[in-house]
T-cell receptor, first 116, second 114 residues
Framework: AQTVTQSQPEMSVQEAETVTLSCTYDTSESDYYLFWYKQPPSRQMILVIRQEAYKQQNATENRFSVNFQKAAKSFSLKISDSQLGDAAMYFCAYRAITDSWGKFQFGAGTQVVVTP | NAGVTQTPKFQVLKTGQSMTLQCAQDMNHNSMYWYRQDPGMGLRLIYYSASEGTTDKGEVPNGYNVSRLNKREFSLRLESAAPSQTSVYFC?????????????FGPGTRLTVT
């Protein structure tokens, strides 16, 4: 079974600074997807970034980037130039490509607090 | 294009009452999912449906039933609500066989069982 671990329940960052959220996962699969979702106070789950395990290049979306280390089974999210609107719960998620039903495994989440 | 919709947004039940959470998607996705979200535990899969007419248990199915009414709709039923079912419930959908692999979520239902 796959497990996803987010070891930081909460991270605090000042506006304009950078914060890195950690995520590790356990799997015996060689091909899979990894995701970061953002959940602001509105409760809506918003896709932040997606990484395919067979791609060496780290995914980037504007101020959000990942550091994907396949051998270490690590998938961290870096938020650069933090803004007040980045305050949210962030979830790391895993999906095996071989899973025909597309099921996800989620981590417990990291609460990001942004201070002015 | 509304994406994934859920009703209701909030609900309070007494122990033993029943209710059905409704979910619909307009993205023509084959796969749909029900999750519950509890503090410190992330999102846990309750049930999923790979296609119309098929459903299967996820990680925490006890106390729940589901119906995949058609390709668009996937409902979650609590037959006899218990305080342990107090949670936020999310419905999601995806086209599981495509290369994107993304799940799209509804706005969630906050359920309180007293």
């Amino acid at each position: 079974a796959q497990t996803v671990t987010q070891s930081q329940p909460e991270m605090s960052v000042q506006e304009a600074e950078t914060v890195t959220l950690s995520c590790t996962y356990d799997t015996s699969e060689s091909d899979y997807y990894l995701f970061w979702y953002k959940q602001p106070p509105s409760r809506q789950m918003i896709l932040v970034i997606r990484q395919e395990a067979y791609k060496q290049q780290n995914a980037t979306e504007n101020r959000f980037s990942v550091n994907f280390q396949k051998a270490a089974k690590s998938f961290s999210l870096k938020i650069s130039d933090s803004q007040l609107g980045d305050a949210a719960m962030y979830f790391c998620a895993y999906r095996a490509i071989t899973d025909s039903w597309g099921k996800f495994q989620f981590g417990a989440g990291t609460q990001v607090v942004v201070t002015p | 294009n509304a994406g994934v919709t859920q009703t209701p947004k909030f609900q309070v039940l007494k122990t033993g009452q029943s209710m059905t959470l409704q979910c619909a998607q307009d993205m023509n996705h084959n796969s749909m999912y029900w999750y519950r979200q509890d503090p410190g535990m992330g999102l846990r899969l309750i049930y999923y449906s790979a296609s119309e007419g098929t459903t299967d248990k996820g990680e925490v199915p006890n106390g729940y039933n589901v119906s995949r009414l058609n390709k668009r709709e996937f409902s979650l039923r609590l037959e006899s609500a218990a305080p342990s079912q107090t949670s936020v419930y999310f419905c999601a959908s995806s086209e599981a066989r495509d290369q994107e692999g993304v799940q799209y979520f509804g706005p969630g239902t906050r359920l309180t069982v007293t």
